[in-house]
């Protein structure tokens, strides 16, 4: 049959790509981190690492800021996650519009945005010290910590609310009929059915605290992580270490995916499925309580939400080359638009070419994930973890190993940048192609077939429109995700392709945060539009972000 | 040559499990034939791989001399209610059923007459421009069948189309499902696990138990001469008689032998008489005393404990002067051809004496 050969050419195509983008180079790096400068294999690097203060450090402290933006992620998120699917919150759509905001904001610029308010000659630090209050700058593990916090929690938030909404409400009236009080009640029954969301929008602020590059490099101030390490040895002006930067690539790797393990194995058992007909009904509280679960609730959410705001607020600011004058006006905007134009224009192409092949490719390897079950599509799915765990440095360090010689040479191309977008991405393209195909009884398409269609008509005019929507909306999130990446694009660019991201980063380093605050507002614009069109197809489904 | 046949059709999945083992039916043009079963029997899986959604591990079928086997399901002409309703969700009810009959090129003043009439036979009429995402079940299920039986396939497989209808709509449907089937005169092999439904609405019977046939014929044959104590017990209810002396003399009353056989009885061949009533010819009366009596309204269920067992028996139409009070003497009438006797494998035994 035609089909038996279309689906064995899909599989035959996706385990070259996988080869290709993703076996190869991280091959390569695993491989160039066991030789040394003059390519001799060797431990020497690995030796090196465990043996220099240095690298042990930010091993050390790479751990210390991802468990401590796993911990303020955790508790930000799961605070505001009870206070809004439990009770009344005034607004409490606007709250989760501070939680995607503070999701979809371009890297770097909650960072510096706290820099302004709270750095050395921080705005807010100013006016607290005129009126006698001193405190300390944001620099330093503190202020890593705090900006993971606010800057993580969506994760916990979208997962644990979505699963706190989705608890049947006769599991807890039935823990009340047996006489245990609240506190009980929420340790015993809802906690263990909330922990599978717990445990998984954890694992996500840990992975991303851990691959972030950009905050501790601009508030860290001599708090190395692997990320900066690994970048500083492979950027470095004079002697450039490309063996100990993969050395550390190859840790960083190691690391998420013993987190992601973890995370599988802790919550292996607890796979509870909600119900859709007692959903929990939301308490009117009253009094003080009332007022503390809004403080709460707006606390966190406009923290959360505050970089973005200073950017949009500072991208209207008059100014005098970098330095800001008092009044607004558009001089940012013009600057992007008479200067930076083809920035703006590379951010958009790459990142819709990335996302017309994550689409494209997601889609049919999502079918023959979920429709094409053996030991092939099983193995297939194992390997779509690997760049789901790849911290975005490593991903570049990765393909500058793996294309900078050989017989594909793609440094310096545009392609280069696509396809390390499109290698990061295509994981959830292909989840959510799967999951929504689950979803949909193989008989639907049987009964078309019965009815006379060919399996492959029967595909297009059953399968395909009830996927479309899923599809469309997967395919704009990959759009926010690839237009905000900086981490792999800022290894891989040259001066032709610079992207957004890394201009926003580059005007960071150069002081001008006015051209930064506007070039962060446009991608913010753009952002928020793929999401509005995303919600518009699948219903207003915050998790699908995550 | 039957229209349909299937021989010696043998399933595995997964190489271990065998779903199938050695099923062989037939099935004449324009009959109705069910396959009835317990579930996890294999009735599914039959009905599928006649449809072609799996393919035997070994067998044949052939469909009116051709081997079916050779051909792609989509190609075979053959209409399918599905178990799970397998409706289309983003189609409208109309849409859902005219489905089929586009790739049949029919017109569309003929498709909208056809459709129109399929869905006024399920009662749908009223719905055809709805989506049927928020229907229920029942909707959903009769949304299938009249999909199937527009497009006048060679054959016809129905998946437990009424399984989630009211009782009421679920007599309504099955004669009409019946009436249209000899209406139009397509063979239909329907799968149920419903033995009163299965009784009512087929030409022939296939009753399946783990993979395998136990017998196949029609309702009065399997329900009146069951062949198998499964098909015995699963088509209607069965008392099983204890194997004593006391049932020795009944049975040598009743001039009815056969070596090493269990006997059973159904309930409703058997009679309840006052207990003074005394043995005719061809009738034997054995003692009791009534256990329990429910009243059904149709009929009334009396159990009564005799000294071959405790037996159910089906009284018709019970007046308030039938009940019966617990602990009362009673005798229980037993006619000659009432006792069935099966061997140690549940086969049923001559029980000619
Ligand atoms: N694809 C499959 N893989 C493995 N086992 C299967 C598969 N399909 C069916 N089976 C098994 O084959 C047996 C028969 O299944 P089938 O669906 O035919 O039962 P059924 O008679 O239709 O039952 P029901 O009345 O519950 O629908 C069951 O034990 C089932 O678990
Ligand atoms: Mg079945």
């Keep these: 049959m035609p089909r038996f050969n279309f689906w064995t050419g899909v599989m035959v195509l996706t385990w070259l790509l996988l080869i290709s983008l993703l076996f190869v180079p991280v091959g390569s790096v695993l491989l160039s981190s066991l030789y040394d400068q003059a390519g001799n294999f060797t431990f020497a690097n690995y030796q090196k690492f465990f043996a220099e203060t240095r690298f042990h450090q930010a091993f050390f402290n790479t751990l210390v800021v991802g468990f401590g933006g796993l911990v303020g992620a955790l508790v930000l998120g799961s605070v505001m996650a009870f206070c809004v699917s439990r009770f009344e919150i005034r607004g409490g759509k606007f709250v989760s519009l501070l939680a995607i905001l503070a999701l979809v904001s371009p890297p770097f610029i909650g960072a510096y945005s706290w820099i302004v308010l709270f750095g050395a000659g921080g705005v807010v630090r100013g006016g607290l010290r005129e009126m006698g209050v001193n405190m300390p700058p944001i620099y330093g593990l503190g202020g890593i910590l705090i900006v993971f916090a606010l800057k993580f929690y969506p994760y916990v938030y979208l997962m644990v609310s979505g699963a706190l909404s989705n608890v049947n409400r006769s599991l807890e009236e039935a823990a009340e009929g047996l006489g245990l009080t609240p506190w009980q009640r929420t340790f015993k029954i809802s906690f263990p059915m909330v922990f599978p969301a717990l445990s998984a929008g954890g694992l996500l602020a840990l992975i991303h605290a851990i691959a972030d590059f950009g905050t501790p490099r601009l508030l860290g101030r001599g708090y190395n992580v692997l990320a900066t390490e690994a970048f500083t040895l492979y950027s470095a002006e004079v002697g450039s270490n490309m063996s100990m930067a993969t050395t550390i690539s190859v840790l960083l790797i190691v690391v998420s995916m013993i987190f992601v393990l973890l995370q599988r194995y802790v919550s292996r058992r607890n796979v509870y499925h909600g119900n859709m007909i007692n959903k929990p009904v939301r308490v009117r509280l009253k009094g003080w309580k009332n007022v503390a679960a809004h403080f709460a609730v707006y606390f966190i959410g406009l923290c959360g939400a505050m970089p973005v705001i200073v950017a949009i607020i500072y991208s209207f600011r008059k100014t005098n080359g970098p330095v800001f004058q008092p009044g607004f006006a558009l001089q940012s905007y013009e600057r992007i638009l008479f200067n930076l134009g083809d920035v703006v224009r590379n951010s958009l192409t790459f990142s819709v070419g990335a996302v017309v092949l994550i689409v494209l490719v997601g889609t049919l390897i999502g079918v023959l994930v979920a429709r094409r079950t053996n030991l092939n599509t099983a193995l297939l799915d194992g390997a779509f973890m690997i760049p789901y765990v790849m911290p975005g440095i490593v991903i570049g360090i990765a393909y500058i190993a793996a294309f900078n010689t050989g017989p594909v040479v793609l440094t310096g191309t545009a392609a280069i940048i696509v396809l390390s977008i499109f290698i990061r991405r295509l994981p959830y393209m292909v989840r959510t192609t799967a999951s929504s195909l689950r979803q949909i009884s193989p008989s639907m398409e049987e009964a078309a077939i019965s009815l006379g269609y060919s399996p492959f008509k029967a595909f297009l005019r059953i399968t395909v429109p009830l996927i479309v929507p899923g599809i469309i909306a997967g395919g704009m999130l990959s759009f926010v995700t690839a237009i905000n990446e900086l981490s792999s694009s800022l290894v891989l660019y040259v001066g032709r392709t610079m992207t957004m991201p890394v201009r926003i980063y580059l005007l960071i380093l150069d002081g001008d945060f006015g051209t930064a605050a506007a070039l962060s507002t446009v991608l913010l614009v753009l952002s928020g539009v793929a999401v509005y069109i995303a919600f518009r197809f699948m219903g207003r489904n915050e998790q699908a972000l995550l | ?353």
């Design chain 2, 1 to 353: 040559m039957s229209y349909l046949t299937v021989t010696n059709a043998i399933k595995q999945f997964g190489g271990s499990f065998t779903a199938l083992s050695g099923v062989s039916i037939t099935v004449e043009r324009g009959e109705f034939f069910t396959l009835l079963g317990p579930s996890g029997c294999g009735k599914t899986t039959l009905l599928r791989s006649i449809a072609g959604f799996n393919d035997l591990t070994s067998g044949e079928i052939t469909l009116d001399g051709a081997n079916l086997r050779l051909v792609p399901p989509h190609k075979r002409d053959i209409g399918m209610v599905f178990q799970d309703y397998a409706v289309f969700p983003h189609l409208s009810v109309f849409d859902n059923v005219a489905f089929g009959l586009k790739p049949r090129k029919v017109p569309a003043a003929e498709i909208k007459t056809r459709v129109t009439e399929a869905l006024a036979a399920v009662r749908l009429g009223a719905l055809a421009d709805r989506l049927p995402a928020a229907m229920s079940g029942g909707q959903q299920q009769r949304i299938g069948l009249a999909r199937a039986m527009v497009i006048n396939p060679h054959l016809l497989l129905m998946d437990e189309p009424l399984s989630n209808l009211d009782a009421k709509l679920r007599v309504e449907l099955r004669e009409e499902i019946r009436d249209i089937q000899k209406q139009v005169d397509i063979a239909t092999i329907y799968v149920t696990h419903d033995q009163e439904e299965a009784l009512a609405i087929s030409d022939r019977i296939c009753v399946m138990s783990a993979g395998q046939i136990e017998q196949i014929g029609t309702p009065q044959q399997i329900y009146g001469n069951p062949q198998t104590r499964f098909v015995a017990e699963f088509v209607g209810t069965l008392n099983s008689l204890t194997d004593n002396d006391a049932l020795k003399a009944v049975l040598g009353q009743l001039r009815l032998s056969a070596p090493g056989a269990s006997w059973a009885v159904r309930p409703e061949r058997l009679g309840l008489g006052e207990a003074d009533a005394g043995s005719s010819d061809g009738v034997v009366a054995v003692p009791g005393i009534v256990g329990k009596y429910t009243y059904l309204g149709r009929e009334a269920h009396v159990l009564v404990k005799t000294a071959i067992g405790e037996l159910v028996v089906h009284l018709s139409n019970p007046g308030i002067e039938a009940t019966r009070q617990p602990d009362e003497k009673v005798s229980v009438l037993i006619e000659r051809s009432a006792p069935m006797a099966f061997d140690a494998a549940g086969k049923r035994l001559p029980a000619a004496g």
